[in-house]
Protein backbone atom coordinates (compact mmCIF):
# COMPACT_ATOMS: atom_id res chain seq x y z
CA UNK A 1 0.00 0.00 0.00
CA UNK A 2 1.70 3.03 -0.55
CA UNK A 3 1.89 5.61 2.29
CA UNK A 4 0.71 9.55 1.97
CA UNK A 5 1.96 12.15 4.25
CA UNK A 6 -0.96 15.32 4.67
CA UNK A 7 0.07 18.08 6.71
CA UNK A 8 -2.26 21.08 6.61
CA UNK A 9 -3.56 23.07 9.76
CA UNK A 10 -7.25 22.55 9.06
CA UNK A 11 -8.76 19.39 10.59
CA UNK A 12 -11.63 19.55 8.47
CA UNK A 13 -9.89 19.29 5.00
CA UNK A 14 -7.11 16.72 6.75
CA UNK A 15 -10.24 14.32 7.45
CA UNK A 16 -12.01 14.82 3.60
CA UNK A 17 -8.46 13.84 2.03
CA UNK A 18 -7.90 11.00 4.96
CA UNK A 19 -11.35 9.42 3.49
CA UNK A 20 -10.55 10.02 0.17
CA UNK A 21 -7.32 9.15 -0.11
CA UNK A 22 -8.06 5.80 1.72
CA UNK A 23 -10.91 4.85 -0.46
CA UNK A 24 -8.75 5.39 -3.30
CA UNK A 25 -6.26 2.39 -1.45
CA UNK A 26 -3.83 5.04 0.38
CA UNK A 27 -2.31 4.74 3.79
CA UNK A 28 -2.59 8.46 5.00
CA UNK A 29 -0.80 9.83 7.63
CA UNK A 30 -1.89 13.07 9.08
CA UNK A 31 -0.22 16.28 10.57
CA UNK A 32 -1.48 19.82 11.83
CA UNK A 33 1.87 21.18 13.33
CA UNK A 34 4.97 22.47 10.86
CA UNK A 35 7.24 21.10 13.41
CA UNK A 36 5.59 17.64 12.96
CA UNK A 37 5.87 17.41 9.04
CA UNK A 38 9.39 16.39 9.51
CA UNK A 39 9.21 13.69 11.92
CA UNK A 40 6.06 12.27 10.67
CA UNK A 41 8.12 11.93 6.77
CA UNK A 42 11.47 10.32 8.55
CA UNK A 43 9.34 7.76 10.38
CA UNK A 44 6.40 7.10 7.90
CA UNK A 45 8.78 7.59 4.76
CA UNK A 46 5.79 8.03 2.23
CA UNK A 47 5.59 7.70 -1.45
CA UNK A 48 4.15 11.61 -1.16
CA UNK A 49 3.76 14.45 0.77
CA UNK A 50 0.83 16.97 0.36
CA UNK A 51 1.53 19.91 2.28
CA UNK A 52 -0.90 23.29 2.74
CA UNK A 53 0.85 27.03 2.24
CA UNK A 54 -0.53 28.31 5.13
CA UNK A 55 0.54 26.22 7.98
CA UNK A 56 -0.49 27.86 11.80
CA UNK A 57 2.47 29.87 12.35
CA UNK A 58 4.85 28.87 9.84
CA UNK A 59 4.78 28.43 5.85
CA UNK A 60 4.25 25.36 3.76
CA UNK A 61 7.28 26.62 1.43
CA UNK A 62 9.66 26.76 4.53
CA UNK A 63 9.50 23.09 5.61
CA UNK A 64 9.07 22.16 1.73
CA UNK A 65 13.13 23.75 1.44
CA UNK A 66 14.22 21.45 4.10
CA UNK A 67 13.04 18.53 3.20
CA UNK A 68 14.47 18.68 -0.39
CA UNK A 69 17.42 20.16 1.48
CA UNK A 70 18.09 16.53 3.90
CA UNK A 71 19.49 13.73 2.44
CA UNK A 72 16.47 11.45 2.89
CA UNK A 73 13.55 12.99 2.36
CA UNK A 74 14.95 15.01 -0.80
CA UNK A 75 13.58 12.39 -3.57
CA UNK A 76 9.64 12.30 -1.91
CA UNK A 77 7.58 14.22 -4.44
CA UNK A 78 5.72 17.08 -2.46
CA UNK A 79 2.74 18.93 -3.74
CA UNK A 80 1.74 22.40 -2.48
CA UNK A 81 -2.06 23.42 -1.54
CA UNK A 82 -3.40 26.54 -1.35
CA UNK A 83 -6.22 28.99 -1.70
CA UNK A 84 -4.26 30.90 -3.39
CA UNK A 85 -3.83 30.53 -6.84
CA UNK A 86 -0.98 32.77 -7.66
CA UNK A 87 0.72 30.74 -4.96
CA UNK A 88 1.36 28.35 -7.36
CA UNK A 89 4.26 30.74 -9.26
CA UNK A 90 5.98 30.89 -6.12
CA UNK A 91 6.45 26.99 -5.19
CA UNK A 92 9.28 25.75 -7.35
CA UNK A 93 11.82 27.95 -6.03
CA UNK A 94 11.08 25.87 -2.95
CA UNK A 95 11.36 22.58 -4.35
CA UNK A 96 8.32 21.93 -4.47
CA UNK A 97 7.31 19.36 -7.68
CA UNK A 98 3.77 20.36 -7.63
CA UNK A 99 0.86 22.18 -6.88
CA UNK A 100 -3.24 21.96 -6.04
CA UNK A 101 -5.23 25.47 -5.92
CA UNK A 102 -8.32 24.68 -3.69
CA UNK A 103 -11.11 24.18 -4.09
CA UNK A 104 -10.05 21.30 -6.13
CA UNK A 105 -12.69 17.98 -7.17
CA UNK A 106 -11.47 14.41 -6.76
CA UNK A 107 -10.82 14.01 -9.76
CA UNK A 108 -7.90 16.81 -9.39
CA UNK A 109 -6.61 15.10 -6.16
CA UNK A 110 -6.59 11.80 -7.60
CA UNK A 111 -4.79 12.24 -10.92
CA UNK A 112 -2.60 14.31 -9.33
CA UNK A 113 -1.15 11.89 -6.68
CA UNK A 114 -1.40 9.04 -8.98
CA UNK A 115 0.69 11.05 -11.55
CA UNK A 116 3.77 11.17 -8.57
CA UNK A 117 3.59 8.17 -7.06
CA UNK A 118 4.22 6.50 -10.87
CA UNK A 119 0.76 4.88 -11.44
CA UNK B 1 1.11 112.11 5.09
CA UNK B 2 0.07 109.08 3.13
CA UNK B 3 -3.42 109.02 5.09
CA UNK B 4 -3.96 112.95 3.90
CA UNK B 5 -3.34 112.46 0.23
CA UNK B 6 -5.48 109.39 0.83
CA UNK B 7 -8.30 111.42 2.55
CA UNK B 8 -7.86 114.17 -0.27
CA UNK B 9 -7.63 111.96 -3.22
CA UNK B 10 -11.21 111.00 -4.63
CA UNK B 11 -10.03 108.25 -6.91
CA UNK B 12 -8.78 106.00 -3.29
CA UNK B 13 -12.59 106.89 -2.05
CA UNK B 14 -14.42 105.24 -4.48
CA UNK B 15 -16.22 102.76 -3.26
CA UNK B 16 -15.81 103.39 0.22
CA UNK B 17 -19.42 104.92 0.42
CA UNK B 18 -18.10 107.94 3.49
CA UNK B 19 -19.96 110.74 2.07
CA UNK B 20 -18.30 114.10 4.05
CA UNK B 21 -20.43 117.03 4.45
CA UNK B 22 -18.79 118.72 7.03
CA UNK B 23 -15.29 119.15 5.14
CA UNK B 24 -16.66 121.05 1.60
CA UNK B 25 -18.49 122.92 3.59
CA UNK B 26 -15.81 124.42 5.38
CA UNK B 27 -13.32 124.66 2.54
CA UNK B 28 -15.94 126.07 0.43
CA UNK B 29 -16.40 129.01 3.17
CA UNK B 30 -12.59 129.33 3.60
CA UNK B 31 -11.98 129.59 0.04
CA UNK B 32 -14.68 132.46 0.07
CA UNK B 33 -12.73 134.40 2.66
CA UNK B 34 -9.66 133.35 1.50
CA UNK B 35 -10.58 135.29 -1.78
CA UNK B 36 -11.88 138.10 -0.25
CA UNK B 37 -8.99 139.07 1.87
CA UNK B 38 -6.96 138.23 -1.50
CA UNK B 39 -9.06 140.74 -3.71
CA UNK B 40 -9.24 143.18 -0.94
CA UNK B 41 -5.84 143.23 0.98
CA UNK B 42 -3.58 141.76 -1.79
CA UNK B 43 -5.00 143.27 -5.24
CA UNK B 44 -7.08 146.34 -3.81
CA UNK B 45 -9.25 145.31 -6.37
CA UNK B 46 -12.74 144.12 -5.26
CA UNK B 47 -13.93 143.78 -8.68
CA UNK B 48 -11.23 141.34 -9.35
CA UNK B 49 -12.86 138.31 -7.44
CA UNK B 50 -15.15 137.64 -10.89
CA UNK B 51 -11.51 136.54 -13.07
CA UNK B 52 -11.00 133.54 -10.09
CA UNK B 53 -14.29 133.01 -8.91
CA UNK B 54 -15.73 131.19 -11.54
CA UNK B 55 -12.35 128.14 -12.48
CA UNK B 56 -12.08 128.32 -8.28
CA UNK B 57 -15.09 127.03 -7.48
CA UNK B 58 -16.14 125.10 -10.79
CA UNK B 59 -13.19 122.81 -9.90
CA UNK B 60 -14.23 122.74 -6.22
CA UNK B 61 -18.05 121.36 -7.78
CA UNK B 62 -16.60 119.00 -9.55
CA UNK B 63 -13.92 117.96 -6.65
CA UNK B 64 -16.43 117.36 -4.35
CA UNK B 65 -19.62 115.82 -6.38
CA UNK B 66 -16.58 113.57 -7.41
CA UNK B 67 -15.40 113.00 -3.77
CA UNK B 68 -18.65 113.12 -1.63
CA UNK B 69 -21.48 112.48 -3.60
CA UNK B 70 -25.16 114.26 -4.50
CA UNK B 71 -25.07 116.16 -1.61
CA UNK B 72 -22.00 117.25 -1.06
CA UNK B 73 -22.11 118.76 -4.62
CA UNK B 74 -25.17 120.29 -4.03
CA UNK B 75 -24.13 122.00 -0.85
CA UNK B 76 -21.17 123.20 -2.79
CA UNK B 77 -23.40 124.81 -5.26
CA UNK B 78 -25.76 126.44 -2.92
CA UNK B 79 -22.34 128.01 -1.18
CA UNK B 80 -20.65 129.37 -4.76
CA UNK B 81 -24.11 130.82 -5.84
CA UNK B 82 -24.85 132.52 -1.86
CA UNK B 83 -20.89 133.82 -2.67
CA UNK B 84 -21.79 135.15 -6.33
CA UNK B 85 -24.54 136.99 -5.05
CA UNK B 86 -22.80 138.42 -1.63
CA UNK B 87 -20.35 139.77 -4.64
CA UNK B 88 -23.00 141.67 -6.78
CA UNK B 89 -24.30 142.94 -3.48
CA UNK B 90 -21.40 144.07 -2.32
CA UNK B 91 -19.54 145.70 -5.36
CA UNK B 92 -22.79 147.33 -5.55
CA UNK B 93 -23.88 146.69 -8.84
CA UNK B 94 -26.27 148.83 -10.39
CA UNK B 95 -28.76 148.89 -13.67
CA UNK B 96 -27.42 146.64 -16.55
CA UNK B 97 -24.26 145.10 -14.90
CA UNK B 98 -26.54 144.51 -11.99
CA UNK B 99 -29.20 142.74 -14.14
CA UNK B 100 -26.16 140.69 -16.34
CA UNK B 101 -24.95 139.87 -12.85
CA UNK B 102 -28.01 138.56 -11.51
CA UNK B 103 -29.27 136.56 -14.99
CA UNK B 104 -25.63 135.11 -15.47
CA UNK B 105 -25.56 133.55 -11.96
CA UNK B 106 -28.95 132.24 -12.06
CA UNK B 107 -27.38 129.97 -15.48
CA UNK B 108 -24.39 129.23 -13.98
CA UNK B 109 -26.19 128.23 -10.69
CA UNK B 110 -28.26 125.89 -13.42
CA UNK B 111 -25.17 124.66 -14.81
CA UNK B 112 -23.43 124.15 -11.23
CA UNK B 113 -26.06 122.34 -10.06
CA UNK B 114 -26.70 119.82 -13.70
CA UNK B 115 -22.99 119.40 -13.23
CA UNK B 116 -22.68 118.51 -9.57
CA UNK B 117 -26.00 116.07 -10.05
CA UNK B 118 -24.61 113.79 -12.74
CA UNK B 119 -20.71 113.87 -11.06
CA UNK B 120 -22.34 113.06 -8.07
CA UNK B 121 -25.00 110.56 -9.21
CA UNK B 122 -21.62 108.90 -11.32
CA UNK B 123 -20.00 108.51 -8.11
CA UNK B 124 -22.88 107.28 -6.03
CA UNK B 125 -23.49 104.45 -8.56
CA UNK B 126 -19.71 103.04 -9.05
CA UNK B 127 -19.68 102.82 -5.50
CA UNK B 128 -22.66 100.64 -5.17
CA UNK B 129 -21.23 98.58 -8.05
CA UNK B 130 -17.81 98.01 -6.04
CA UNK B 131 -19.27 97.49 -3.21
CA UNK B 132 -21.49 94.68 -4.72
CA UNK B 133 -18.65 93.47 -6.75
CA UNK B 134 -16.63 93.55 -3.41
CA UNK B 135 -19.33 91.56 -1.74
CA UNK B 136 -19.77 88.96 -4.23
CA UNK B 137 -16.08 88.66 -4.16
CA UNK B 138 -16.23 88.07 -0.45
CA UNK B 139 -18.45 85.81 -0.88
CA UNK B 140 -17.18 83.53 -3.28
CA UNK B 141 -14.13 83.49 -1.35
CA UNK B 142 -15.60 82.23 1.97
CA UNK B 143 -17.22 79.34 -0.54
CA UNK B 144 -14.35 78.84 -2.10
CA UNK B 145 -12.13 78.52 1.42
CA UNK B 146 -14.80 76.79 3.20
CA UNK B 147 -15.01 74.35 0.14
CA UNK B 148 -14.39 70.19 1.30
CA UNK B 149 -11.90 69.89 -1.91
CA UNK B 150 -8.58 71.68 -2.53
CA UNK B 151 -9.17 74.64 -5.12
CA UNK B 152 -6.44 76.38 -6.95
CA UNK B 153 -7.39 79.16 -9.63
CA UNK B 154 -4.80 80.67 -11.69
CA UNK B 155 -4.92 83.54 -14.53
CA UNK B 156 -4.50 82.40 -18.18
CA UNK B 157 -0.60 82.04 -18.05
CA UNK B 158 -1.12 79.25 -15.04
CA UNK B 159 -0.35 82.30 -11.98
CA UNK B 160 -1.64 81.42 -9.24
CA UNK B 161 -4.72 83.73 -8.02
CA UNK B 162 -5.78 82.30 -5.29
CA UNK B 163 -6.19 78.91 -2.93
CA UNK B 164 -8.04 77.41 -0.43
CA UNK B 165 -6.76 76.18 3.04
CA UNK B 166 -7.79 72.77 1.81
CA UNK B 167 -5.70 73.00 -1.22
CA UNK B 168 -2.36 73.90 1.18
CA UNK B 169 -3.52 71.19 3.62
CA UNK B 170 -3.17 68.46 0.59
CA UNK B 171 0.05 69.79 -0.92
CA UNK B 172 1.16 70.34 2.03
CA UNK B 173 2.77 73.74 0.88
CA UNK B 174 1.56 77.47 0.65
CA UNK B 175 0.00 78.78 -2.49
CA UNK B 176 1.55 82.22 -2.56
CA UNK B 177 0.91 83.95 -5.79
CA UNK B 178 2.86 83.93 -8.50
CA UNK B 179 3.51 80.63 -8.45
CA UNK B 180 3.14 79.08 -12.07
CA UNK B 181 1.28 76.01 -13.13
CA UNK B 182 3.11 74.09 -15.54
CA UNK B 183 6.87 75.89 -15.00
CA UNK B 184 7.46 75.43 -11.05
CA UNK B 185 7.52 72.36 -9.23
CA UNK B 186 3.79 72.93 -7.73
CA UNK B 187 4.08 69.38 -6.68
CA UNK B 188 6.44 66.50 -6.20
CA UNK B 189 4.50 63.61 -7.13
CA UNK B 190 4.21 60.26 -9.03
CA UNK B 191 2.15 57.94 -10.74
CA UNK B 192 2.74 54.74 -10.74
CA UNK B 193 6.31 55.44 -9.51
CA UNK B 194 6.88 57.80 -12.33
CA UNK B 195 7.15 61.32 -11.70
CA UNK B 196 4.88 63.94 -13.41
CA UNK B 197 6.30 66.91 -15.49
CA UNK B 198 4.70 69.96 -14.06
CA UNK B 199 3.49 70.03 -17.88
CA UNK B 200 1.40 67.20 -17.21
CA UNK B 201 -0.58 68.66 -14.33
CA UNK B 202 -4.22 68.69 -15.09
CA UNK B 203 -4.44 72.41 -14.80
CA UNK B 204 -1.61 72.87 -17.02
CA UNK B 205 -3.24 70.64 -19.81
CA UNK B 206 -6.59 72.31 -19.47
CA UNK B 207 -4.55 75.79 -20.09
CA UNK B 208 -2.77 73.94 -22.90
CA UNK B 209 -5.94 72.39 -24.87
CA UNK B 210 -8.61 74.30 -23.72
CA UNK B 211 -10.23 71.41 -22.52
CA UNK B 212 -11.31 70.25 -19.04
CA UNK B 213 -9.62 67.31 -17.43
CA UNK B 214 -11.88 65.52 -14.94
CA UNK B 215 -10.64 63.20 -12.19
CA UNK B 216 -7.13 62.15 -13.20
CA UNK B 217 -5.61 60.29 -10.27
CA UNK B 218 -2.19 61.32 -8.64
CA UNK B 219 -0.12 59.82 -5.95
CA UNK B 220 1.90 62.43 -3.84
CA UNK B 221 4.81 61.86 -2.33
CA UNK B 222 4.84 63.44 0.61
CA UNK B 223 7.67 63.76 3.22
CA UNK B 224 8.61 60.54 5.46
CA UNK B 225 7.78 58.19 2.43
CA UNK B 226 4.35 58.98 2.96
CA UNK B 227 1.95 59.05 -0.18
CA UNK B 228 -1.64 61.30 -0.32
CA UNK B 229 -3.68 60.19 -4.01
CA UNK B 230 -5.29 63.12 -4.98
CA UNK B 231 -8.24 62.91 -8.09
CA UNK B 232 -7.50 66.30 -9.73
CA UNK B 233 -10.18 68.08 -12.43
CA UNK B 234 -9.19 71.50 -14.02
CA UNK B 235 -10.98 73.56 -15.95
CA UNK B 236 -10.72 76.85 -18.09
CA UNK B 237 -12.98 79.71 -17.70
CA UNK B 238 -13.62 82.41 -20.55
CA UNK B 239 -14.93 85.50 -21.45
CA UNK B 240 -17.85 86.14 -23.37
CA UNK B 241 -15.75 86.30 -26.28
CA UNK B 242 -14.12 82.99 -25.57
CA UNK B 243 -10.86 83.89 -24.42
CA UNK B 244 -9.55 82.00 -21.84
CA UNK B 245 -9.13 84.19 -18.90
CA UNK B 246 -8.61 81.67 -15.92
CA UNK B 247 -8.35 78.29 -14.95
CA UNK B 248 -9.59 76.19 -11.44
CA UNK B 249 -8.52 73.15 -10.45
CA UNK B 250 -10.38 71.02 -8.09
CA UNK B 251 -7.90 68.56 -5.81
CA UNK B 252 -9.55 65.64 -3.62
CA UNK B 253 -7.85 63.79 -1.18
CA UNK B 254 -8.72 60.35 -2.05
CA UNK B 255 -6.75 58.49 0.15
CA UNK B 256 -9.20 57.54 3.09
CA UNK B 257 -11.41 56.29 0.23
CA UNK B 258 -8.37 54.53 -1.25
CA UNK B 259 -7.75 53.15 2.15
CA UNK B 260 -11.21 51.87 2.65
CA UNK B 261 -11.28 50.78 -0.53
CA UNK B 262 -7.82 48.61 -0.08
CA UNK B 263 -9.10 47.41 3.23
CA UNK B 264 -11.98 45.77 1.65
CA UNK B 265 -10.94 44.49 -0.96
CA UNK B 266 -8.34 42.74 1.61
CA UNK B 267 -11.48 41.82 3.64
CA UNK B 268 -13.06 40.19 0.18
CA UNK B 269 -9.87 38.30 -0.18
CA UNK B 270 -9.27 37.29 2.69
CA UNK B 271 -13.20 36.09 3.42
CA UNK B 272 -13.02 34.38 -0.14
CA UNK B 273 -9.78 32.38 0.80
CA UNK B 274 -11.15 31.44 4.16
CA UNK B 275 -14.31 30.27 2.46
CA UNK B 276 -12.37 28.01 -0.06
CA UNK B 277 -10.84 25.60 2.36
CA UNK B 278 -14.23 24.31 3.82
CA UNK B 279 -15.81 24.17 0.38
CA UNK B 280 -12.66 21.94 -0.87
CA UNK B 281 -13.60 19.39 2.13
CA UNK B 282 -17.53 19.53 1.44
CA UNK B 283 -16.30 18.55 -2.22
CA UNK B 284 -14.25 15.81 -1.05
CA UNK B 285 -17.03 14.28 1.29
CA UNK B 286 -19.57 14.53 -1.35
CA UNK B 287 -17.46 12.56 -3.65
CA UNK B 288 -16.75 9.89 -0.66
CA UNK B 289 -20.39 9.84 0.09
CA UNK B 290 -21.22 9.62 -3.84
CA UNK B 291 -18.74 6.48 -4.06
CA UNK B 292 -20.15 4.78 -1.17
CA UNK B 293 -23.79 5.23 -2.06
CA UNK B 294 -22.84 3.83 -5.67
CA UNK B 295 -21.96 0.81 -4.40
CA UNK B 296 -24.74 0.23 -1.73
CA UNK B 297 -27.21 1.52 -4.95
CA UNK B 298 -29.05 4.03 -2.79
CA UNK B 299 -30.67 5.47 -5.65
CA UNK B 300 -32.90 8.01 -3.50
CA UNK B 301 -29.44 9.44 -1.69
CA UNK B 302 -27.65 9.89 -4.86
CA UNK B 303 -29.89 12.04 -6.40
CA UNK B 304 -29.79 14.40 -3.07
CA UNK B 305 -26.19 14.08 -2.99
CA UNK B 306 -26.50 14.94 -6.84
CA UNK B 307 -28.07 18.17 -5.71
CA UNK B 308 -25.66 18.83 -2.43
CA UNK B 309 -22.87 19.25 -5.15
CA UNK B 310 -24.34 21.06 -7.70
CA UNK B 311 -25.11 23.52 -4.84
CA UNK B 312 -22.11 23.49 -3.97
CA UNK B 313 -20.56 24.29 -7.14
CA UNK B 314 -22.59 27.33 -7.34
CA UNK B 315 -21.51 28.52 -4.13
CA UNK B 316 -17.95 27.54 -5.43
CA UNK B 317 -18.87 29.96 -7.89
CA UNK B 318 -20.04 32.68 -6.52
CA UNK B 319 -16.25 32.72 -4.15
CA UNK B 320 -14.32 32.77 -7.14
CA UNK B 321 -16.81 35.47 -8.31
CA UNK B 322 -16.01 37.24 -5.57
CA UNK B 323 -12.21 37.01 -5.68
CA UNK B 324 -12.47 37.68 -9.50
CA UNK B 325 -13.99 41.40 -8.54
CA UNK B 326 -11.67 41.82 -5.57
CA UNK B 327 -8.80 41.04 -7.62
CA UNK B 328 -10.12 43.53 -10.84
CA UNK B 329 -10.72 45.90 -8.45
CA UNK B 330 -6.98 46.29 -7.57
CA UNK B 331 -5.53 45.29 -10.86
CA UNK B 332 -4.17 41.98 -9.63
CA UNK B 333 -6.30 39.39 -12.12
CA UNK B 334 -3.45 37.63 -13.83
CA UNK B 335 -4.18 36.11 -17.37
CA UNK B 336 -2.07 33.87 -19.26
CA UNK B 337 -2.36 33.64 -23.15
CA UNK B 338 -2.96 30.24 -25.37
CA UNK B 339 -3.40 29.77 -28.71
CA UNK B 340 -6.90 27.48 -29.02
CA UNK B 341 -9.41 26.64 -31.02
CA UNK B 342 -12.61 28.92 -30.15
CA UNK B 343 -15.24 26.45 -31.61
CA UNK B 344 -13.91 23.71 -29.19
CA UNK B 345 -14.10 25.62 -26.10
CA UNK B 346 -17.72 26.90 -27.09
CA UNK B 347 -18.78 23.08 -27.65
CA UNK B 348 -17.40 21.92 -24.15
CA UNK B 349 -19.06 25.14 -22.58
CA UNK B 350 -22.28 24.38 -24.19
CA UNK B 351 -21.93 20.14 -23.46
CA UNK B 352 -21.46 21.13 -19.48
CA UNK B 353 -23.97 23.24 -19.42
CA UNK B 354 -27.10 21.03 -21.52
CA UNK B 355 -26.25 18.53 -18.71
CA UNK B 356 -27.58 20.47 -16.25
CA UNK B 357 -30.38 22.41 -18.13
CA UNK B 358 -34.30 21.50 -19.25
CA UNK B 359 -33.57 23.78 -21.91
CA UNK B 360 -32.36 22.99 -25.71
CA UNK B 361 -28.97 24.35 -26.22
CA UNK B 362 -28.62 25.43 -29.64
CA UNK B 363 -25.20 25.98 -31.13
CA UNK B 364 -24.95 27.23 -34.90
CA UNK B 365 -22.68 28.52 -37.28
CA UNK B 366 -19.25 27.47 -35.93
CA UNK B 367 -15.95 28.11 -38.25
CA UNK B 368 -12.94 27.11 -37.74
CA UNK B 369 -11.27 29.91 -35.29
CA UNK B 370 -7.90 30.55 -33.73
CA UNK B 371 -8.21 32.67 -30.90
CA UNK B 372 -5.00 33.81 -28.66
CA UNK B 373 -6.65 34.43 -24.95
CA UNK B 374 -6.76 33.02 -21.63
CA UNK B 375 -8.69 29.81 -21.81
CA UNK B 376 -9.88 29.70 -18.37
CA UNK B 377 -11.25 33.37 -18.51
CA UNK B 378 -12.66 32.93 -22.01
CA UNK B 379 -14.30 29.90 -20.55
CA UNK B 380 -15.96 31.83 -17.76
CA UNK B 381 -17.31 34.71 -19.83
CA UNK B 382 -18.73 32.15 -21.83
CA UNK B 383 -20.46 29.74 -19.00
CA UNK B 384 -21.50 32.92 -17.76
CA UNK B 385 -23.42 34.61 -21.01
CA UNK B 386 -25.01 31.01 -21.43
CA UNK B 387 -26.06 30.64 -17.50
CA UNK B 388 -27.83 34.00 -17.90
CA UNK B 389 -29.96 33.33 -20.84
CA UNK B 390 -30.67 29.99 -18.81
CA UNK B 391 -31.70 32.24 -15.74
CA UNK B 392 -33.39 34.92 -17.46
CA UNK B 393 -35.37 32.94 -19.79
CA UNK B 394 -37.67 31.36 -17.22
CA UNK B 395 -40.47 30.56 -19.41
CA UNK B 396 -38.90 29.97 -22.90
CA UNK B 397 -37.26 26.35 -23.88
CA UNK B 398 -34.20 27.27 -26.61
CA UNK B 399 -31.12 29.28 -26.17
CA UNK B 400 -29.16 29.71 -29.80
CA UNK B 401 -25.45 30.31 -29.23
CA UNK B 402 -23.62 31.68 -32.97
CA UNK B 403 -19.96 31.44 -33.46
CA UNK B 404 -18.59 32.95 -36.21
CA UNK B 405 -15.99 35.06 -37.79
CA UNK B 406 -15.82 38.64 -39.41
CA UNK B 407 -13.01 40.19 -41.35
CA UNK B 408 -10.12 40.04 -38.19
CA UNK B 409 -12.64 39.15 -35.69
CA UNK B 410 -14.38 36.15 -33.86
CA UNK B 411 -17.71 36.92 -33.16
CA UNK B 412 -19.75 34.53 -30.72
CA UNK B 413 -23.86 35.47 -30.13
CA UNK B 414 -25.73 33.96 -27.28
CA UNK B 415 -29.72 34.90 -28.07
CA UNK B 416 -32.52 34.00 -25.28
CA UNK B 417 -36.31 34.10 -25.73
CA UNK B 418 -36.64 35.48 -22.13
CA UNK B 419 -37.66 38.16 -20.27
CA UNK B 420 -35.61 40.64 -21.89
CA UNK B 421 -33.92 44.16 -21.01
CA UNK B 422 -35.02 47.58 -21.19
CA UNK B 423 -32.88 50.48 -22.43
CA UNK B 424 -32.04 51.71 -19.41
CA UNK B 425 -31.40 49.22 -17.58
CA UNK B 426 -28.82 47.99 -20.88
CA UNK B 427 -26.63 50.17 -19.90
CA UNK B 428 -26.22 49.31 -16.56
CA UNK B 429 -25.71 45.66 -16.68
CA UNK B 430 -22.16 45.69 -17.27
CA UNK B 431 -21.51 47.32 -13.93
CA UNK B 432 -20.56 45.89 -10.93
CA UNK B 433 -23.08 44.67 -8.66
CA UNK B 434 -25.88 45.56 -11.23
CA UNK B 435 -29.34 42.99 -11.34
CA UNK B 436 -31.44 42.98 -13.80
CA UNK B 437 -35.65 42.81 -12.74
CA UNK B 438 -38.83 41.62 -14.07
CA UNK B 439 -41.78 43.38 -14.43
CA UNK B 440 -42.25 42.12 -10.96
CA UNK B 441 -39.43 44.09 -9.66
CA UNK B 442 -38.59 40.32 -8.46
CA UNK B 443 -34.81 40.11 -8.88
CA UNK B 444 -32.78 36.08 -9.58
CA UNK B 445 -30.25 34.51 -7.58
CA UNK B 446 -26.94 35.59 -8.15
CA UNK B 447 -24.51 38.59 -6.82
CA UNK B 448 -24.19 40.89 -10.45
CA UNK B 449 -20.74 39.83 -10.91
CA UNK B 450 -20.70 38.26 -13.75
CA UNK B 451 -21.35 40.31 -16.41
CA UNK B 452 -19.07 42.59 -15.05
CA UNK B 453 -16.31 40.02 -14.86
CA UNK B 454 -17.23 39.32 -18.24
CA UNK B 455 -17.18 42.78 -19.99
CA UNK B 456 -13.17 43.46 -17.92
CA UNK B 457 -11.81 40.06 -19.56
CA UNK B 458 -13.26 40.83 -22.96
CA UNK B 459 -12.05 44.02 -22.41
CA UNK B 460 -8.75 42.93 -21.67
CA UNK B 461 -8.33 40.89 -24.89
CA UNK B 462 -8.73 43.75 -26.54
CA UNK B 463 -12.65 42.53 -27.27
CA UNK B 464 -16.15 44.18 -27.46
CA UNK B 465 -19.09 42.91 -25.68
CA UNK B 466 -22.78 44.29 -26.06
CA UNK B 467 -26.49 43.28 -25.48
CA UNK B 468 -29.18 44.07 -28.11
CA UNK B 469 -32.34 43.14 -26.38
CA UNK B 470 -36.33 43.92 -26.28
CA UNK B 471 -37.99 44.10 -22.94
CA UNK B 472 -40.47 40.81 -22.87
CA UNK B 473 -38.73 39.33 -26.06
CA UNK B 474 -35.29 38.03 -24.94
CA UNK B 475 -31.54 39.44 -25.06
CA UNK B 476 -28.71 38.94 -27.43
CA UNK B 477 -25.25 39.08 -26.05
CA UNK B 478 -22.41 39.66 -28.23
CA UNK B 479 -18.74 39.28 -27.59
CA UNK B 480 -16.07 40.16 -30.15
CA UNK B 481 -12.46 38.74 -29.84
CA UNK B 482 -9.32 39.53 -32.36
CA UNK B 483 -8.65 36.19 -34.07
CA UNK B 484 -4.43 34.78 -33.94
CA UNK B 485 -2.67 35.56 -36.85
CA UNK B 486 -0.66 32.14 -37.54
Not at chain 1, 53 to 82: A, F, H, W, Y
Not at chain 2, 168 to 183: C, P
Not at chain 2, 374 to 394: C, E, G, H, W
Request: net charge positive.
Amino acid sequence: MKKIVVADDDEGILDALTLILSDAGYAVAVTTKGEETFRKVTEYEPGLILLDILMSGKDGRDICKRLKQNEKTKQIPVIMISAHPSAGDSIHECGADGFLAKPFDTGDLLSVVKKFLGE
Amino acid sequence: MRNVLQYLNPIARLGTKQYSILFPLITLLLTCIILEVFVYMFLHDPNAVGLFAIFVFIALIIYFSFRDGVRAGFLSVGITIAYYFYIIYTRRYTGNQLEEGINTTIILGLLYFFLAGVIGWLKQTIDTLIEKEAEEKQRLQAIVQQMPVGVLITDSKGRVVQGNKHIEQILGRKMREGLTAGQDTLLVSEMQHQPVPPSQWPLAQALATGRAVVGKEFALARDKGRKTYVQISASVIRNKKGKIVAAVSIVNDVTEQKELERRKDDFVNMASHELKTPITSMKLYIDSLQIRMKQLQEEKALKTITSIKYQTERLQKLVNDLLDVSRLQTGKLSYTKEQFDLDELVRQVVDELQESTQKKLQLSSVADITVLADRFRMYQVLTNLITNAIKYSPNADTITIRVKKEKEEAIISVKDFGIGIDKMQQKKIFERLYQVTDDQEKTFPGFGMGLYISKEIVTRHKGKIWVESEKGKGSTFFVTLPVANL
